[in-house]
């Protein structure tokens, strides 16, 4: 304890409400009130009202819902692959192959999203692989953004699996390959699942790659919530955030139950 | 069934540190071979290289008269127990048994529940087939790890000091429970690394004696305590006292002021050498190769007293049965010994074999 | 980061240390003996494929699908409308107005909200970490949860609670009677500022904690009963402690701050362009790709460089 005085403390609490509350908590609840209201000039909102979510989970909205589902669920999925495949193969490099591996595929993280949105646009606009105008190339650009995070937090556990487990197995006669069905990948299960929570929530939020290259067809919820406050719907537009938020913390919800079960099993 | 282990000059390095150097040892079929050492001594390192876990620099290694030098660790058919128990968490215990038998489909599916409960029989796991390891203490999980390497029949065991995560009554245990394994599994080598000399001579036919790198000894339990090579084995296995002396023309040899009837086998008149007395061989009062000093020490031990007592500005160590009244410190003392319980270590033996 | 005992050093300390750990220790060395012969990386593997096989595939996937594109924008940066390779299109870039103040203002807003975050990240963990209250836990886990939502969230919030007929503005007018409200600055870049401070001090706050988590309490205890004040204690003690951990969050919410869009352009501003903004507008409302290519280069290159930087920092840090 670093503060001793009664009063010192709770002078401190109450500095770090003051900043906590304003900062991190209110805005999540403005958006909350706001998808529940119609008209916002004063302190509180007024005109209280469910219609907005009417709108919210209808039409092109729901459309939009979907496609955020489909297309976070496919970009997981994908990252998920190509990640733990990268960081197992990574794992069984020498030092310096080790760190380039790592290196490469952590860089999609430092360029900026708008930039891999263009790139990817860029790419798949012309032959041989034309991509444009499909649902495909929102997913792919998804998989290359949320890869690297797939790869880093499996890295992660794999460094941190102990080598004795799959020696064990090999002295038992099990092959690399059964090794790896068997005993690695059972044991990397907690992080694969956290790891595919992360790249979920970040698929469902992404918006400046997105935005580069979505088609007309398939626009994704965070487009629909900026193409919704753009034309000054504010309030539909706090709705459909709410629906994002939502989604994103009950999907995050069954995720981390899974987890559990995985570790204690 | 033509089992056993041999390292044929084997030499392991890292990066230019040699942590095994050119080992040449044979574990007969059957036989229990403890290969005892100091931490850093390369016991372990021999071991991996049996398990095909680290690849010698040179030398080779066989099993069952079979070069395996080349082999990845899958295909030797070798079980191994490690000090962790390294047992597979996800895996219920039986599922843990049972896994050596399904990697290497050499079983038929139907007969691996009859083998599984046979080797979790003959460790007295049965009853906990359908837990999860982390149910289980640490004395359960070494059970189940030695079940699960057993079940799939290997011809050679290795045991990484299995015992050392357990504590001092568990640990008495298991090793008579090993002991019993070994006279039910009278076909299976085992090659048993520890540092622990209790461990080794209760449960060894043979030991292997290793310190920097190299191996320093090798024979049966009695053999090494008894009659021990050099000083390494002489101080390393059970306690010794370790006198320098000087051979004598016509027998015997000089010990300070003292004269010490001793064998002294071929050794050369005059030269250097180290007598090895074991400490409780040492008596108290007169008698033959009388040793003169005083007390500097004493040590109450329960059933034993420890005397430390300096002869010729030198250590002797006695361990004397409960004396009634305790020496007092600086007191004259004379201790001897039997010629027979006399060791001479050949000079130059000694450290580093 | 801890490789597996990938380091020869990693052997001599082994040959002394006490036997608890040595076993562990040898099981890593042994590793390191045959690395690379299999995928799982164990010993004498005389059949089958080398392991950098294995990594090839990956590889080609993120070759085809990020690094051809990437080269791509490079290579459509250095043509011109007309289809010659030539440096033209930097050269009207870089004369561009727009883009040199698109430059300078991605470059101070990030330097801003980076410091902003580095010291309202700091006070916040000290508390939590230091100055424990019951809810702590809580606000840990909602620290983790703010962190998957995306960052537009936060500009979409603050129109309600700074826009021109939201919150605040209406409690002054509630409260003055007057017309209007005298909270104007959403649409400036210190709006932008605000909502990237908010958004990003939870990446600065949770190495902090894992820091901190570190950090012996009875340290704290022996320094206070020398006597030593709490600000001593804090510049003394905590903060060296926590200067590897500042200096990872703190790299990485730069580099994420001159990337930064969905704040930006949820603020609607036509004042605030920044480089990512730019391109955007560039491509997608102007049509200029080469235009975009060009800045989409330089901040590409300026993340980039600026991300080697914070891998070295958070290799140092063990983070």
Redesign the interface.
Known sequence: ????SRA??WA??A??LL??VP??????L??V??SFSTN??????SGPTVANYGAAVRGESLQALTTSLVTAVAASVFALL??S??A????????R??RA?D??????????????G???????SRPPFLLNGTPWIVV?AH??LV?AFAHQSVSAAI?RL???????????????????W???L??L?PSLNAAAG?CF??S?????AT??LYPPDWMPL?VQ??TA??RGS?FT??AV?VV??GT??LV?LAVSRLRTRASF? | MNSGIRFDAVSVAYGGNVVLDSLDLTVEPGEVMALLGPSGSGKTTALRAVAGFVRPVSGRVFLGGRDVTELPPYRRGIGMVVQQYALFPHLKVAENVAFGLKAQKAVPRAEIPGRVAEALDMTGMAAYAGRYPRELSGGQQQRVAIARALAIRPSVLLLDEPLSALDAQLRSGMLAELARLHRELPDVSMLYVTHDQVEALTLADRIAVMDKARLQDCGTPQELYRRPRNEFTASFVGNANLLPVEVRTGGGVRFGEAVLKVDTGDAAAGSAATLCVRPHLVGLGEGPNALRGTIREVQWRGSTHRLYVEVDGRPVKADVRELRETPVLGAPVTLHFASQDAVLLGAGVGSGG | MPSTGADPKAVPTELESGSAGTDRATSQAGTVAAPGRGFSGQGPRPRGVPAWVWALPPVAVLALVFLYPLALVVQQSFTTDSGDVSLAPYGDVFASEAFRSALGTTVWLALGATAGCLVLGFALALVIAFVPFPGGKAVAKFIDVFLSFPSFLITLALLFVYGSVGMANGMWTGVTGASEGPFDFLTTPWGVLLAEITYFTPFVMRPLLAAFSQIDTSQLEVASSLGARTGRIVRQVILPEALPALAAGGSLVLVLCLNEFGIVLFTGAKGVTTLPMLVYSKAILESDYPAACVVAVVNVAISVGLYGIYRVVSRRAGA
């Open positions: 304890m670093l503060v001793h010192g403390r401190t609490w500095g770090f900043l906590f900062l991190f908590a209110v805005p999540l403005v958006i009130a706001a916002w000039s004063g302190v509180f909102p190509f990640g495949w990268a197992l193969a990574a794992a069984a490099l020498r030092k192959g080790k591996l290196a490469l595929f952590m860089l999609p993280v430092a360029v900026p999203s708008v930039v891999v263009l790139a990817v646009l860029v790419a798949f792919l998989t290359v890869t460094v102990d080598p004795v487990y799959e020696q064990a197995a090999a002295s038992l006669g099990a092959r690399p390959a059964y090794v790896l068997r005993v690695r059972p044991l299960l992360l929530a970040l469902m939020g992404e918006l400046s935005m580069m965070p919530i900026f406050t753009d504010l537009g706090s955030a994002l938020m994103t913390l995050l099993r």
